[in-house]
């Protein structure tokens, strides 16, 4: 990599980078159990420069071509979107499916496939999960890409199983794996590459959403606000939005979207943080010799499992 470059990267890491608020790229519906939508918006095609700015920043992420730059810098509690972590049916399958959507498949303990802005680890241990991600209180997860309708000719030629859009909307469509994990795919043309992470989307009961959005921005060091009305919290790599259920949600645990993942700075010092604000871990913390990494978990109390996960410093 050449100074400037590297000069440029550093210019960027320091930036805060936050996602799409209102009037900015696309908008989720979030489903039922009888797959149709409860929430509808409408697209605005207009991208905000805060949306601009993460694009670039991925893109030089991207240059670099090492595994640690897939993610997003540390916000100021030292935290960024770590990964969604799947109990696969069929892993290989599963794999296929993010390989063709433009993930890049790395080796190591766990089948996992890197995006920008996101890890995807397709197996947890020897059982596979049970129920798909609509009805839990992970309802979807998604990515945006350049140009939807370009993407998904591409995915459909090569075997990946893709909806349309809400009201075929050509700006929208949906990947939904062969185990029930439904996926958001919406539109960004100012992006520079053809896809990176974008949302992790909560199904809550009405009541609840108020709380959710203030726990999950003081645990987290997020930034509330709200994308076309609807309440959302930004972190560096994910914008984690709420919609409403018409009840509570079954936790993700046991699921085949089990958990998702937030990488820490220093698991140490967060816990220490979470803990005085009254947060109890799942379990102590530990290491994972194989994976070199330092993790623990918490659920959020709407019954959400959460890996904390500190990784060693890149080589």
Known sequence: MGVQAAKNMLQLSQTRISLPQPGDVGEIP???NQRRPTVECRHNRGASMRALIAGLWLA???ATGTAAAQLAPFNEVGVTMGHWHF???DVQANKKIFVTMGGTPITGGNETVLFPGV???LSLGNEPGSGESVGSVV???????KNVQEQVAKWKANGVPVLPGTNNRLDQ???VTPDGVRIEILEDKTQTMPIRHEHVHFSLPEAEIPKAQAWYAKTFGGRAGTRNNAPVVDIPGAQLRFAKADTAQA???GRVLDHI???VKDLQSFVKKIEAEGIKLDEPVRKNEAAGVVLTYITDPWGTRIELVQRPPSP
């Open 261 to 263: 993942g937030f990488d």
């Open 60 to 62: 030089s992420m991207l």
């Open 251 to 253: 936790p993700t645990k």
């Open 87 to 89: 109990a696969s049916r």
């Open 139 to 145: 309802n979807h997860v998604g990515f945006i890409v």
């Open 119 to 121: 890890r995807i680890n």
């Open 173 to 175: 469509a949906f990947v």
């Open 30 to 32: 979030v489903y039922t």
